[in-house]
């Protein structure tokens, strides 16, 4: 197996930050605001390693600081330290190290993203089909024609009437724009995709048929992703491995099955067990 | 003309004052430099509402000397109100320069609307009139991220917008203001062009320079540059077509000259009348014709 | 016995350790024994034995509290389950071992033959022939055709058995593990079941299984190991 991302010691702290920051937060301190300075400590010394094609989740409860991990690995924000290792084929990218253009260059040509709430990956303004049309252009492709067909073929392949291809995202319900978001993800086939929150707020029925189209894309492409989720049936589905966050920090990791039948820690333990 | 003379001799040649001219001409040459980049400058007020070609107007005044001569035009006619005005204001303050109406005898030509017909030469400097210089604010409000955007030349928002409008329209309905990229880098708003225009700047033998006096930006088409419309591989650029309906080029009403970028009329009697938007160019196909 | 065997387990014990109750909950402790090529080991004991637990911990759906499980993998290699990492334990779970557990975890919308396509899915087998695969499993395990198309949620419990049996099956692992496949199966299918099990073993798959009912250890066990309930630890608070 190949890696394709390595995280090393992460941290990311919201506010100026103090010495006492790191000291005075996480998970047996029952708190991500440093009393001192109180800032936030979203994440603390957070390593993880992905490989080719595996689906990785990230579980945790609000402010556990799951969704900020993948925000800095897409360069939404940027982490107070750490290193992380994106590995390409024969190329390797340090990617804190990167310049704006660099980091741009592989959100838009190697990286994907899926969030919670789809104004963040959609724009609302232009057309579902004008959305991949985007992410294409951006990859020099300059064939209006072919542009359109691959497009359709996306729309196609994430169950979005093709017919409606040239309507706002706006007509579309929930599930839909989900869908348009996942297909302008994985318009440039990225090996990388990180998907936050993707079915929260979506009925059970629609967030299945997401979850399956997630599935059947990894296997049919080899894509390796993060899935961030405070949603254990998501984990249970998708992920072979996982890691599980509370206040910035990992307290545990293991595989998906056995995180959620032998937990290990307090938290997990109760996580488990109130979850329906 | 009295009262006017008398003012004349109370503003410096050029009206503004040497510094002023020199820091235009120092951003002239950044823009040159940097083809297709804006460069900020700090406009001046001039004595006309911004809006009105202050920008333009900033930067004939800061090139023209004693010895040019000057052409002004406004939508391919130099008896316009607005080339009048700005005409006599540039010849008011600026002792000894001459005017014509002929593309062929000016060095300087500020312009609003069009590019002459008649291919420019290297001596000739064109001044365009600019009223919004940044292609991106359609598709992006923030200058922050245009600016960025720009510098990574990261112009697939503006492509989108041509998908959009081909999907709206089966065609790119742009008519002015054509996006345009210039020495493979920076994607300029030629100014208010038509689409007609936007193939002479390229690899233009005159130096092309466009001022918004408003959004106080100036920059540059230098000579010999490539200056690449915005299109897509299977659906090109294209310039207006004035074939009828039954796909005969139509020609002037009163050269009739068929080459030339044609205004429609209403005729007095009511039916549609097409003559050269480019009163210059009409003239000298007229001379041509020994009328 | 000559051969050497696939699998040894050795001095296994698991125990939970929950945190809120302030409990350690033993399940199973110091079991032994060794799973060969072509044979198959049944576990039994009562109730609470903690056969169960030593399959998972094998599966490392537990976490093992001590001990070794030893496996002989294809390429040679050995390696103790208990120590190997999350990515060889899955790589394993894809190419090798494979588990029949009497519940079936499935995505929601998945027709039937996908659900036991999966693994081969997974091995990256073109999905038609995968599914060509699953539909003789299927039609072998008497699942009707008009269902083959259809998610297994509605499915009677009978059903769900013999499609996770199928998925079980349908990759030929090198080790399978057998979690009561037959608990809710009607004579007839269990039959079935059982010569298909029995093709497994003389196809050379290692298993290792808890079966409901004695009859089926009589039938198809060729060793059988004993577990008794680990001594009682109750109320024991945790150090």
Redesign the interface.
């Known amino acids: 197996m190949e890696k394709i991302l390595e995280v090393r010691n992460l941290s990311k702290v919201f506010g100026k930050g103090c010495p006492n920051c790191f000291i005075k937060t996480g998970p047996d301190l029952d708190t991500n605001i440093c009393p001192d300075c109180g800032s936030v400590v979203a994440i603390h010394d957070l390593s993880l390693d992905l490989y080719k094609g595996e689906i990785l989740g990230i579980m945790g409860e609000s402010g556990s600081g799951k969704s900020t991990v993948v925000k800095n690995l897409f360069f939404d924000q940027e982490p107070t330290s750490g290193r992380a290792t994106f590995f390409d084929d024969d190329k390797q990218y340090d990617l804190f190290g990167l310049n704006a253009a660099q980091k741009r260059h592989l959100r838009n040509h190697r990286f994907g993203m899926v969030y919670q709430n789809p104004h963040l990956g959609l724009n609302f303004g232009i057309s579902s089909g004008g959305n991949i049309a985007e992410r294409l252009l951006m990859n020099d492709l300059r064939n209006y024609s072919e542009i359109r067909e691959r497009a359709r073929e996306l729309l196609e392949r994430t169950e979005v009437l093709t017919n409606r291809m040239d309507e706002l995202p706006g007509n579309f319900s929930g599930g839909m724009q989900q869908r348009v978001q996942i297909a302008k993800a994985l318009a440039i086939n990225p090996p990388l995709l990180f998907l936050d929150e993707v079915t929260t707020g979506l009925d059970l029925s629609v967030q299945a048929k997401i979850l399956d189209l997630i599935l059947e894309i990894q296997q049919e492409m080899n894509t390796a992703m993060i899935v961030v989720t405070h949603d254990l049936g998501v984990v249970r589905l998708l992920a072979g491995r996982t890691i599980v966050m509370k206040y910035g920090r990992i307290i545990e990791s293991g595989l998906t099955d056995q995180i959620l039948e032998d937990p290990q820690h307090a938290y997990t333990q109760r996580l488990v067990a109130s979850a329906l | 003309m009295t009262a006017m003379r008398k003012a004349n001799a109370a503003y410096p040649f050029g009206f503004l004052d040497e510094y002023a001219k020199k820091e235009v001409r120092r951003t002239i040459l950044k823009a040159i430099a940097i083809p297709g980049y804006q460069v900020p400058y700090s406009s001046r007020e001039m004595p006309m509402g911004r809006g009105f070609g202050t920008g333009g107007l900033q930067l004939t005044l800061s090139i023209i000397g004693a010895d040019d001569t000057l052409k002004v035009i406004d939508q391919g006619s130099d008896d316009s109100v607005n080339a009048v005005n700005l005409r006599s204001f540039i010849e008011m303050t600026c002792d000894g320069i001459d005017t014509t109406d002929i593309t062929d005898e000016a060095n300087v030509i500020q312009s609003r609307h069009r590019i002459p017909e008649k291919p420019l030469r290297e001596d000739q400097v064109i001044v365009l009139q600019v009223p919004y210089p940044d292609p991106l604010v359609v598709v992006e409000p923030s200058e922050d991220k245009r600016k960025?955007m720009h510098?990574?030349a990261?112009y697939?928002?503006l492509?989108?917008?041509l998908?959009?409008d081909?999907?709206?329209f089966d065609e790119i309905t742009i008519s002015h203001r054509y996006p345009t990229r210039i020495n493979d880098h920076y994607v300029i708003d030629p100014s208010p062009i038509p689409r007609w225009d936007v193939p002479k700047l390229n690899q233009s033998k005159a130096l092309v320079l466009l001022g918004a006096g408003r959004e106080k930006k100036i920059y540059a088409v230098p000579p010999y540059t490539d200056a690449e419309p915005l299109a897509?591989?299977?659906?090109p650029f294209r310039v207006e077509s004035f074939n009828d309906e039954n796909g005969q080029r139509r020609c002037c009403d009163r050269c009739g000259d068929n080459t030339s970028f044609l205004d429609e009329f209403t005729s007095s009697v009511g039916n549609k009348v097409y003559q050269c938007s480019d009163s210059d160019w009409c003239r000298e196909q007229l001379v041509a014709k020994g009328e | 016995m000559t051969a050497e065997p696939i699998l040894s387990v050795e001095g296994f014990s698991k125990q939970f350790e929950l945190h809120e109750q302030g409990k350690i909950i033993p399940s199973s402790s110091n079991v032994n024994f060794d799973v060969y090529a072509g044979k198959l080991t049944a576990l039994i004991g009562p109730t609470g034995a903690g056969k169960s637990s030593v399959l998972k911990g094998i599966f490392r759906t537990y976490l093992p509290s001590s001990g070794r499980i030893i496996y002989h993998a294809v390429n040679g290699h050995t390696l103790d389950l208990v120590q190997a990492d999350d990515y060889q334990i899955l790589d394993l779970r894809r190419q090798e071992i494979g588990f029949v557990t009497q519940f079936l975890h499935a995505l929601p919308r998945q027709a039937t033959e996908d659900v036991v396509a999966q693994p081969l899915f997974q091995r990256g087998v073109n999905r038609d022939q995968a599914r060509q695969k699953a539909r003789e499993l299927l039609e072998q395990l008497n699942i009707p055709e008009r269902l083959w198309s259809v998610p297994p949620a509605t499915f009677s419990g009978g059903e769900k058995q013999r499609v996770n049996l199928a998925r079980g099956l349908i990759a030929k692992p090198r080790l399978l593990l057998l979690d009561e496949p037959t608990a809710s199966l009607d004579p007839a299918t269990t039959d079935r079941v059982v010569e298909m099990i029995q093709a497994m073993k003389i196809e050379g798959t290692a298993m290792l299984a808890i079966f409901h009912h004695p009859d089926l250890v009589e039938r198809l066990a060729d060793n059988v190991v004993t577990l008794t309930p680990p001594l009682a630890l109750d109320n024991k608070e945790v150090a």
């Open positions: 960025i510098g990574e990261d697939s928002r492509l989108v917008k998908y959009e081909i999907v709206q897509f591989d299977d659906v």
